[in-house]
Structures are given as C-alpha cells and as structure tokens.
RNA sequence: GCCGGUGUAGCUCAGGGGCAGAGCAACGCUUUCGUAAAGCGUGGGUCGUCGGUUCAAAUCCGACCACCGGCUCCA
C-alpha cells in the first residue's frame, strides 16, 4: 500500500479509531466520542473513568501498536436506529449523535476493522496494519468541550500525530522543536525584551529598555509612511465614562470584557478596550466643511481587555494591548482613494519585514445578523465597496463570512513567516455603523450635512502580538535597522580600548546602536556573549587594526558586512564600515532571507 | 473560565518528612587574551503564596497565584 498526500487523511482518520480501541481496552468503561483527522494527526474525545496524563500516553501507544496487526480490514453496514442502540447503549456520545442523524434522515453506518466496531460516517479504505507502526505517536492529552460548546461537559481530548513515513514524523518533531527554540516567550527574556511579574499581574508585559527602543522602533517606521499620506498624531485619556461606550454599542456587546471603574462618587467608568469612540469625539468636536475631509487620526497607544486568564499566552494574547491605531473619517466618495493609501502602507511596511500578505475579504455572518450593529443594506453597500477595491488591486482575497467587526467589513492581511506559520497581521475596516450612532456629518457642496463613514486601520495591529510574531520570525536575530544593539565592538585586550572608543564614537556620531564591552573576560567569552545576544555585527579591534585604522568584522556574524559602494570585505576601514552600516539600516535591509536563518549561521 | 501538567538562586535544573544543592550568570582577585565558555574565591533562597496534617513540611493535603499544552472566547 502506497501512501500518499491524499489517502493520509484516511490513515489518520483510521488511527483515531484505533486509539479509541486501545483506550477501551486499558480503560473499561471509557467512552469515545468523535475522532476525526486533523492537520498533522488525529485525534479522539473520551470521557474516562480515570484521570489521564501525558505519561500515560506511551502505554496507550504501545497498545495501539499491539492492536495493529489485527487491523487489516474494514468492513461497513448500514443500520438501524435500534441497532445502534444495541451496541451503543453504555456510550452517551455515540448515542446523541445516532438520534440527531436519524432525526436528520441520516443514514447510519457501523464501520469496523480489527473488530472493533464503531459508528462512523466511513472513508475507511485501506487496511490500517500495512501501514509503518512508527509514522504516528502520541501527542498530548487536553480538555475539550462536547461539541465545542462551553456549556457542555469537558472531555479528555488525546491527540496523535501521523505521517505517512516515520522519517516525515521525525521531521516533523524537528520542526518543532526549531519553533519551540523562537519560542517569543523565552527569546524575548532571553533577549532581555520584556518581562512579566507576579506582582503586576499576568498578561501585563513589562518592557524593557531594548524591548521599548524595539517597539518605537516599529511604530517610528509606521508612523513615517502614515505621515507622508496626511495623517496627523492625536492622543486621547485612557478611560472613560460608560455613556462613551453605551453609545458606541460596545458596552452591551462587550462589557464582560472591560476592566471597569467605580469612582468614589459612585460613577462607572471603563478602562478603553478600543479606540474609535475617543477618536469619534475628536472629529465631532466642530462642524466639518467637506473641504477639511479627511481628517486622518493616528494614535499608537494601548488598550485594555479582561480576557479569560486561561486564553494569555506570552506577548500573543495580553491584557494591555498597544494598537498602532488609525481612523480616516472621510466622504463615502473618498474611500477607495483613502483605503489603497493604507494598503500601500501594508504593503512597504511588511515588505521590510520580508512577510509575503495574502488578502482576505472579512464579511459578516448573514445566519447571525444579531451580531452586528446596523442594518442589512449598509452591511451589503460597505462590503460591495471592498470587493471592489479588492478587484481594481488585481489579488486574490477569499471571502470569510463571520470575520467582520461587529462596526464593519474588513480587509485582512495574512502574513506567512520563515517557517511557514500564517498569521493575521494589518487590518483595514469599513465603518458606516459608528458614524451613525455618533451622528457625524460634514457639509457637503450644496450645504447639506452629510454623513461621512469612518475606516479603521492597524498596520501591525497588537504591537504585543506583533513582536511575538517577528521574534519567532527572525529567531530573535533582526535586520539592523530593528536590532535593538547593532554593532558590538570587541577589543582583543583592554589596550585597544581607546581604539574601541574611537571606532564607537564614529558609529555613534550617526546614531549607530554600539555597544563596547571591557576585556575583564577572555575574547572568546566575549565573542560568545554577543552571539547569544544576536548582535548582528560583531567588530574586533587589535593591534593589527590599530595600525591600519580599520575594523575586522567577525567573518561568521550572521551575514558577510558590505561597504557603502558594494564591496564585501572583512577588513574596511572605520569609514567604510560606518557608511556600510548606515547604508544598511537606512535602507531597512534584510540581509539574509527568512528561510537562511534557519541555518547554524544563527545562535538559537 | 474549563481540562491536564508545572512552580527549588537571575537562568537551566538535581533533591523529595530531619542542616538548601550543582552548573552558568553576578561580585572580588589573578589573567590582557586574535574570533563561541581562562583560573581561584565570595555572596545569593520564606523551595510561588496562604492555610492544614506532623515532634518536625521545600517534601504530604487543601485553597489561591503564576506559567505551559489544549478547549471555549477574541472589537
């Protein structure tokens, strides 16, 4: 039996099977619920009558492995209602499933294989026993609700990993195990990026001085290629009466999620979770001409939401988040022109990122229209306008129905990272639901008041969820321009310091990031150091350079140093270098390409 | 929030009812070095927090806090 990309799924389909066998047999009386194939693996629901933990899982695998043999063909009936009930009457899950199928008119089938019997809507085609007992393993225990609903009872969830050869599991692992080495939650300490403390409290990163020169860092280049389009800073408090929110829709929709505010006059306030409303309260302040129009309001600044202790996870999901925020209150007539201005910003900020976009059109939920704020033609008017802009771009953008903000469609942007993970990085938003309940207008050409729409737009989005993303992207090490130490200047011995000085000076004198450390350790241990910090150029001064006034750049730093005028080397003179580096990092170069950072060249 | 796991020095970890341990880091002295860890020495701890059991708790039990893997949620 051959296996292939197609029939995998099958394989793996049929090991959840065989899992729930193996489970039954250690533990009596366990029930399986569903175990379908997912992307990697498998894996089934059980309510057991014991507890289980990650180390039981070998003796589950071993089981499996023991079964295997027996697991050389399927075979499948239809059945009745009452025959399931004959064979499934101890399982509860299997049993709600066979009376919704059969209130469905669905047709109900055993599939079995090795005998173990399950009730199954099939696909089981090829005999499990051929296939290498090492290309699948064990995984991970977790809790999984019934059917996904939080109300329900929470089940033991094992999952399995399975590939179609053992060597393809293995790299697979590895593969893993190299995100788990960019794991953002120990680089970024490492790195000495951020912090957390019991005392603050979790999901509340603190920042450190590298951490923060790395954010404004950021936020500088976003800023940078908002202004140049007309956009102007505002600043707004951090709290605000609840009337702000109760006319915004938000305090309804959200308010489990405010962190909220008594104050000792008894009136409630809320900490922002978002900040359009402020901003709506920023145009509002005067009667527009449609002259003015845009007003482009930019504000990077942080927002708070209480989310559920159990959904934090690093910098990925945080209880104060920075938002590089931006609002565009203009004339329905002025989107398109507005919204391609923001969608060139995405594209020249995450072109020095090195991230490749794909598009997608967010739309709303038409099943769940209780969801939203507005009415159905507004919905259908602003999403018609999107997948226009989307067509006159020439991309491919999918359409995500239930995607939208509860205010507006949206246009994401997914950004693919050097190992090949997919995230949802800026976001460009079309509101006509907040104008409206803020009654903004402006006065149009034959003097009327007009409604105006709003867009809301993040380039990076969370700068928290953001750095998350591009610490594990660069393995830590970043392009020059981001790194929050670009040249580390190491003096073969406490002689040449004054050497060191004159070279640091020389890069200081343009803003260059140095650092100088003191021989007090030996040059290796020096050198190692700054490996591990992910300095991108390490310099080392000696007698040799001294006398030539020059710099030797460490031949193994992550990647060969250039001069101004295109010439690789690793000796240039104290000008070279200084107009190589600055070169470098005016033009936010990425020097090695993603996918050349997984090699040994970088410390991980 | 729910299920499971974890919590010992700044970091990585050992120990497991009877004196709190190692390596690295830090600090001091010696070394002044040519491309990834010099040598010797010193300091550092309410063993996450609070409570219980016990003659005795870092160790056993409970609650809480924090972190990890999932589930649910995510403007």
Redesign the pocket.
Known sequence: MKITHENIEVIRHSLAHLLAMAVRELYPGAQNAIGPAIENGFYQDFELPA?I??NDLLTIEKKMQELLPRWTEWTSNTVTLEEVKKEFDWNKYKMELANEFAKEKKTLTFYTCGGFVDLCKGGHTLPLAEIDPHSFKLD??????WR???KNK?L??I?GLAFATKKELDEYLAMRAEAEKR?H??LG?ALDLFT?S?LV???LPLWTPKGTLLRNTLDAFVWELRSARGYERVEIPHITKKDLYERSG?WDK?KD??FRITTREGHEFAMK??NCPHHTQIYARKKWSYRDLPQRYANTTMVY?D????????LA?VRCITQDDAHVFCRESQVKEEFLKIWDIVHEFYGAIGFELKVRLSLHDPKHPEKYLGNPSSWKKAEGILRDIAREKGVDAPEAPGEA??YGPKIDFMGKDSIGREWQVATIQLDMNMPERFNLTCVNEKSEDERIVMLHAAIMGAIERYLAIIIEHFAGAFPLWLSPIQVAIIP????FADYGAKVRDALQKEGVRVEMKH???????R??AA??QKIPY?V??????EKTDTV?V???TIAPFVTSDGKQTNEPSINEFVAGIKKEIEGKQIRLEPHERKN?Q??L
């Open positions: 507890q933990s990650e991970r225990v977790a809790g999984a609700y996904g609903d939080e929470m033991t969830r999952y794991d939650k120990k300490p957390f019991e409290g979790a999901g938000h959200f999620e405010l979770p978002m939401r989310e559920q202790s159990g959904e934090l996870a690093g999901r903000a509860f073969v011995s406490d002689k021989a007090d350790e030996t040059l290796g241990k050198i190692r490996e591990m390490m080392i001064i000696g007698e040799r350079e030797n460490r031949p193994y040994n970088i410390p």
